[in-house]
């Protein structure tokens, strides 16, 4: 399973000094602005911008990665996730990690695990999830 991000705009929750991580969760985990979104202060393997995505503590090396899951299922594969609130989740499939094709309509997040099923499993697949900040 591979983990995607989209980078879109963020206009609820200002950015202002452009490092693509809401000013709110930097103060909020940092005390500060500014942090560097590719820094990795707790040495845990995640950077500072995808802590945020993934909404986990990027101070904390035991706080947890979200994990995903995929499973056989009549009529497909269902691929399950978490989410949270305030992103939104675009499951996407590809048999060739170049052109990749959305399963499903995007999904707002509620903090609870979310799943579409992928009904067309006749061949080796590749999944990922698209998240946004909503």
């Not at 590749?126 to 998240?131: H, K, P, V």
Request: charged fraction near 20%.
């Amino acid at each position: 399973i591979v983990m995607g991000f989209d980078l879109g705009s963020d206009l609820d929750h200002p950015d202002t000094n452009g490092n693509r991580i809401p000013d709110a969760w930097e103060t909020e985990n940092f005390g500060a602005i500014g942090v560097d979104p590719d820094a990795d202060p707790d040495n845990d393997g995640v950077s500072n911008f995808r802590e945020f995505l993934f909404g986990t503590n990027p101070n904390s090396a035991s706080s947890n990665r979200p994990s995903t899951t995929l499973a056989p299922e009549s009529g497909g594969y269902r691929f399950v996730f978490p989410t949270l609130p305030g992103r939104v989740y675009q499951p996407q499939v590809s048999t060739d990690l170049t052109s990749w094709s959305s399963i499903g309509s995007s999904l707002p997040g509620d903090g609870n695990e979310r799943s579409v099923l992928d009904t067309d499993p006749g061949q080796r697949k590749f999944y990922r999830i698209l998240i946004t900040p909503q």
